[in-house]
T-cell receptor, first 114, second 116 residues
Framework: QQQVKQSPQSLIVQKGGISIINCAYE??????FPWYQQFPGKGPALLIA?????SEKKEGRFTISFNKSAKQFSLHIMDSQPGDSATYFC?????????????FGTGTRLQVTL | GAVVSQHPSWVICKSGTSVKIECRSL??????MFWYRQFPKQSLMLMAT?????????EQGVEKDKFLINHASLTLSTLTVTSAHPEDSSFYIC????????????FGPGTRLLVL
């Protein structure tokens, strides 16, 4: 019940295209859904996050779509750029509580080609 | 913004020795710190959660006697890998949470450990 399933495992997108990464969760106690971007040899950096009271959140070229009934959420990267080439992790957790902890997806390696 | 640092950024040690990794929240007090382990091309696996002044809570399957965590202050947590072996070679990442909300959790840059 703690799993977060992420797909695809890897993704190749042409420059200017749309990158789409999907995640699904099972635990209904999760109410915080962040996406992290990680470059090789670096720690993950928060990209964008959503709470289940909204169905979509957009920040620049990055958009999270959230489907509460299906327990799914996705990251869309518009106008993908070579600099976006990185590994992306979705995560989920209860939003509050000293004992709450993030459960990470398995990651998606994105390569944006010229 | 909130900054979390780790020291060292990379370390090479001989099998059987112990290695200490520091995690510091530079501009905020962290009520909770987390330690993760990441193998190449894999996801982050939570090892333990620590709160200042109390014992760390380890995830199932993590040897608490091998991975010693000390959260001595609101800005510093240390992870000591005792009697390190080659299979302990990994990328260790800490994160620090400023309050009770997950939005206030910030990750460090990671420490690469290579045990020869």
């Amino acid at each position: 019940q703690q799993q977060v399933k992420q797909s695809p495992q890897s993704l190749i997108v042409q420059k200017g295209g749309i990158s789409i990464i999907n995640c699904a969760y099972e635990n209904t106690a999760f109410d915080y859904f962040p996406w992290y971007q990680q470059f090789p040899g670096k720690g993950p950096a928060l990209l964008i996050a959503i709470r289940p009271d909204v169905s979509e959140k957009k920040e620049g070229r990055f958009t999270i779509s959230f489907n509460k009934s299906a327990k799914q959420f996705s990251l869309h990267i518009m106008d993908s750029q070579p600099g976006d080439s990185a590994t992306y992790f979705c995560a989920a957790s209860p939003r509050t509580g000293t004992a709450s902890k993030l459960t990470f997806g398995t990651g998606t390696r994105l390569q944006v080609t010229l | 913004g909130a900054v979390v640092s780790q020291h060292p950024s990379w370390v090479i040690c001989k099998s059987g020795t112990s290695v200490k990794i520091e995690c510091r929240s530079l501009d905020f007090q962290a009520t909770t710190m987390f330690w993760y382990r990441q193998f190449p091309k894999q996801s982050l696996m939570l090892m333990a959660t620590s709160n200042e002044g109390s014992k760390a809570t380890y995830e199932q399957g993590v040897e608490k006697d091998k991975f010693l965590i000390n959260h001595a202050s609101l800005t510093l947590s240390t992870l000591t890998v005792t009697s390190a072996h080659p299979e302990d070679s990994s990328f260790y990442i800490c994160s620090a949470r400023r309050g009770r909300l997950q939005e206030t959790q910030y990750f460090g840059p990671g420490t690469r450990l290579l045990v020869l």
